[in-house]
Each structure stands twice: as structure tokens, then as C-alpha cells.
């Protein structure tokens, strides 16, 4: 889950800030301006004393246009 170890599940496994990140991913214009692949191959070619080989995980997948659920805290 990440080259520097401080982490200990994936962001889709706590459903509340998963249902928020998609919640503003769908914010229209916000999905236009994210390039998830250049975010993941910054991350991991930065840092060549941590990750020598400069490996880049495949995945995972996130559908993140997928519902948010997000409206059950509107009042």
C-alpha cells in the first residue's frame, strides 16, 4: 500500500472517506484534472533510496464515478 510503509489499508477500505474522495472526484471538472497514472508513477520513481528498482504497483483499480452513498449525511 505504498512505498513507505505508513499505511495500512487502501483508502476504499474505510467507506466514509472513500464516499468522500468519490463525492469530489465527481464534483464536476475535478475528474479532467486528475491523472492518476502520473500521480502513481511521481510517487513511485521519486524516491530512488526507498524504491531502487522504481517498481510501479499495476493496481488497484478504482471506479471511482461509481455511487458515493454520500447522500445519506445531507440534512
Not at 30 to 47: C, G, L, M, P, Q
Amino acid at each position: 500500500h505504498g512505498h513507505f510503509k505508513c499505511n495500512k489499508r487502501q483508502i476504499a477500505d474505510y467507506p466514509n472517506i472513500y464516499g468522500y474522495m468519490k463525492e469530489l472526484y465527481q464534483v464536476p471538472g475535478v475528474a479532467e484534472t486528475v491523472n492518476f497514472d502520473h500521480i502513481k508513477r511521481h510517487y513511485y520513481y521519486s524516491h530512488t533510496m526507498i524504491n531502487p528498482t522504481q517498481v510501479i504497483p499495476a493496481g488497484p483499480e478504482q471506479d471511482l464515478m461509481s455511487p458515493h452513498d454520500r447522500d445519506k449525511f445531507e440534512s
